[in-house]
């Protein structure tokens, strides 16, 4: 059993808490929060104890350090932890800003970091990508990844988040790169206020389509909206020489109603704690991996600088209206 | 050009006219029918002309008659119009009496006669065919026929409609026959009044459903409601030895409205008019084949008359509570 | 934590194992089996121990019983288990023989015995049944169970398992009790051999339809197969009044592929393991309510005689080729 | 019955004589076509006559011209057949060249045009649209149009298309502005070579994705491929405030296989002139009720303009790398 400190214990800090303590090859040794009621609430509920950052990385029996935290930390979060010789599985983004995350670079370029883009380990989109990397459909082309989100966050929270394309596209920036199996050379972003005219005030946008090339001319486009209409709305397709793979959303129940205004599948999956709680169960089995020292991070601190570069360049590109290269 | 006269000129025989009127080989002679106006206003709106069923047997210039008239003539005027000489294209069923249709064997059984087994010639169930004798998915076991209505006939109809079996079920025995491979050897039926009271208080039920066997073991359930509940359901599941094929009903569009309450498909087509337009384009165009000489017909007397037998049986096995040879 | 014991370490026992282990309010507080290598096996995967039937009655820090041990035993196994006081949890069937099963009546009827009839809580049919009960499309009348296993078991499987309609469609007979709302009054079945010619050499059935009629004249049929030809297939459609509901088969992922064949989805999860995952998980924590005193089984001893009930009449018919009141 | 005379006697003009003559209020009066054993086969085909544009132009019992011809005919031929005061049906593109397009304003702005973009008249995008304007999902906020065919035309073809955005994306670019109720004021491109190097020696792309902005901000993109890997590819996704409306591929048949594989439904409509066969029905239909003058053009001159402009903005971006106003 590997010993695994939890460094946040909000709203996704709860979600690695259970898989941490349910693990058959982790155990949940400390809980760290700024907040000592979270802390002490969460540490209660699987067994385990409240700590100090600075204890858990002093402490020769914790293995790997999860960064649950704010985005503000997680870069010095990772910095101190991968010193401190443990393992570390970072939630994303790496950090806000380019040039400091970049900043990070001889820290962490070949520090044993997990930076945790969830959606690499989605069974579905696992699935496209080993049928794609398999050649079922041969040569990729073009992407299409939507990704919209039930309904738009609080303005409070819109405020500090960094934007749309650092808080909620770099997710979509990393599966580009992740799919496209080549860099993004060229992107354009375009972008309206069309959900929340708050969210306009604010600066920031909450529709958008951002356009990436690659150097060999694969094309991927990017679909975002903040509020969908319709639920949490997460695809891909993959167009290929000889086909299209897709992954589509996933509902409630297979449960059909055919009336007389047709055949109506069940809701979609609420949003990311349904639809991506395998994904976290997987991604902390790949943790569990990198303790056992079977595998080294599948994903890790320059994809997360990566996917950074795109967020910050799309950004750019929104102001500016000309292509950026990232 | 084939000069084809209508027997008929109500629901169905109005489908008919238009399919010969704009038939490429074919020509609408005439249009015969007790009820003197409806004969004239079919005929003046394809600019055919009103006859006597006397009339166009007589005529050597008339090739084919197609007999769409009130089923208590079809036999009869099967009979008489082979015996002109005419090719045939009978409406379902032969007749409701099964000891009466087959004093016609003799008459009929060497007949150019299409019975318009309408089904036949829809296109899913054609490609389902093609593709099951094809032996995509091996060897065949097992059918599922659901054929649910919309909603239930008036009691009048239902009066003399010769009940659920005779009338309805009628289809599903002829498809059964022609995708089984094998005659059906014993027939058992169950059936209940849930739709409408009145319709069992006619002596009839609304819910049924029959199994059929064959000598080899071959299995069909056949699930036919006077109501569905959601339209008309027209769908064949055929279980082989290397998987199954299926065909589904036909929405009316393939728009999908994607909301809060999950994927929504378009509604399913109405009725039978809507949805078997094509098969009766077709059931057309091949009595044209066998008109032209090309080809006899594909379904004819003796496949209406198994098919009645079929459901004779199943309405005495309903009746009697036993397993039946039709 | 509830303590449990494990009767039995073989296929279905290992899942039990594992869904008592990892419950938050469970304890798989030992495991029984003949096979001591198996047992020992098992109770060391999870921490646990060995230990006898006898001992594990006579313990009184055990509360709750789990019988997966072979057929034969689950109804004496029951008896023991409640007259010792505990809550017992068994597999189905209660027996292969009703006359027998019911000599139990007196012990088990009033006991704390979850029959473990698995689908009932799976989510699919638990949310076809929520809507249905909830009265979304009207009234039930009747009802469609589609039970095909991906290939037959060995014959020596087969020639104990008590025959197709009390080891397969055991199951079937009970949801279709759970979703009729009523008890069937009439049974009927046919069945062929045209899997595996070594079924029919053992007496057995491989593929089988069964009608049940309840008192007010619903109508449910029951399709099985030992092979489909297309894996694990498991659906239900319920017909109402105002609609129909239907519970389709699951996929293993999202994912589709589109090439010039047409639109393909993924396959369908293998077989039970897979498929009813999550109900065995449910029902596990069911049982722990159940220990909780938060409520009684939802399905007990009366509901695994009256599926095995309907299960010999479904034989009877089979073989007399008449219809059967249970 | 309309008297018309069809222009061109090639692949689509073919089409348009089938519709007309088989039209119950139409009646193909004349053929015209350089190629002269084209006219006269299409003209025997259906029982009319080879002519002269000058003699058709001349002739006053002809009431409409339907202009199939080359492209390059067709602003001149519309210009001349509307000062004869004929109705006009003219095949898109209204040109290739937009200064010259704009130079027949005068001639064209008020004249009975009917410019022939299929896709509005496609029964699900119609169905889609009427959908969407009566508000069922709220408000538009963006578009998603695919429009991929199944393969590259010829090098020759593509030499004098006009390349990618005239020739086949400005049916996009009219579907998007007849969706999304507002012009587009910003217009980027990116395209590559990815399906026929040939393509790209041409100096044309065969992979394009092409943003659209309105004034409000409604965003529109179109994806193109010359070459799709599974047939032909029309789908739009209209994204609104309350939810999504999708048209999807038309399938051969409602038949799917379940196999080992899966779910594989039918392969989808293989080209434009089945996937669109209704279109060019209804297209017709709406040119004889502007004969009947009970309606005028619902689609005219200005329509193919602005889908031209489009498309020259699109091809501008592509060069220039820019964001173009149209």
Redesign the interface.
């Known amino acids: 059993m590997h010993k695994v400190a939890l460094i946040g214990a909000g709203r996704i800090g709860r979600i690695h808490a259970r898989n941490i303590a ?1 693990h058959p090859r982790l155990a949940l040794a400390a809980v760290v929060d700024p907040v000592e009621e979270a802390a002490h609430a969460l540490a209660t509920e699987w067994q385990s104890r409240v700590a100090t950052l600075d204890g858990v990385l002093a402490d020769p029996d914790v293995a790997g350090v999860v960064i649950a935290s704010s985005t503000d930390t997680h870069l010095d979060y990772s910095v101190r932890a991968a010193a401190a010789g443990k393992a570390v599985f970072c939630e994303k983004p790496i950090d806000q800003d380019l040039a400091r995350a970049r900043t990070a670079a001889d820290a962490l370029s070949g520090a044993r970091l997990l930076l945790a883009f969830n959606r690499r380990f989605d ?2 989109f696992q ?2 990508k080993a ?1 794609l990397d398999g050649g ?3 040569s990729l ?2 992407l ?1 990844i939507t990704s ?1 989100d039930p309904g738009p966050p609080p303005p409070a929270y819109v405020a500090v988040s960094g934007g749309l394309f650092k808080d909620m596209a770099i997710h979509d920036f990393d599966m580009a790169r992740w799919l496209l199996g080549e860099e993004p050379v ?1 992107v ?1 972003a ?6 929340d005219p708050e969210i306009g005030r604010l600066g920031d946008v909450d ?3 951002t ?1 990436l ?1 690659t150097a060999s ?3 991927c ?1 990017i ?1 975002n ?1 903040r ?5 949490y709305d997460q695809r891909i397709e993959a ?30 999956q609420n949003f990311f704690l349904d639809r991506y709680a395998e994904a976290y169960r997987r991604e902390m089995d790949h943790f569990a991996d990198m303790l056992d020292g079977s595998c080294s991070a599948s994903v890790g601190y320059a994809d997360g600088v990566a996917a950074l570069a795109l967020a910050e360049a799309a950004a750019q590109s929104l102001r500016s ?3 950026v290269a990232p």
Chains 1, 2, 3, 4 share one sequence.
Do not use: H, I, K
Request: glycine share 12%.
């Open positions: 349910r069974p579905n699935a496209l049928r079922e459909v041969g082309e073009s299409q919209n060229a354009f375009v972008g309206s206020c069309l959900v529709t958008a389509r356009l090339r001319g694969r094309l486009v679909s909206s509020r969908s209409g319709f639920g167009y290929a020489s000889a086909g299209m793979l897709r992954a589509d959303n996933v509902t409630e129940t297979t449960v059909q109603a055919w009336t007389e205004a047709g055949a109506a599948a069940d809701r979609f209206g000309q292509v």
